[in-house]
């Protein structure tokens, strides 16, 4: 059976994110204040595998495997069937 994981990559509170400082630096050239801004990263991945919890057992090797950095970042996953 065919699952699409949602993986969203965040860095952990209190690390430094250049990119969302950049980000809100143009906004705000652009007249657009903020109070805040945060960058993340978000990955689509379907795979065939027999469950939903297979699904998310693989994504979650994924992520500690590739695609996070335990140390920085967090991560979120949501199955969808």
């Not at 994981?5 to 509170?13: W, Y």
């Not at 050239?29 to 469950?51: C, H, K, Q, W, Y």
């Not at 939903?52 to 950095?69: F, H, I, P, T, V």
Request: glycine share 6%.
């Amino acid at each position: 059976m065919s699952f699409t994981a949602k993986i969203t990559i965040s860095l952990k509170e209190g690390m430094l994110d250049p990119e969302a400082r950049a980000i809100r630096h143009a906004l705000s050239n652009l007249g657009f204040e903020t109070e805040s801004l945060s960058a993340a990263r978000v990955f689509f991945i379907t795979m065939d595998v027999p469950g939903a919890g297979d699904a998310r057992k693989k994504a979650e090797e994924m992520c500690e495997r590739l695609l996070a950095n335990p140390v920085i970042h967090s991560y979120e996953i949501e199955v969808q069937g």
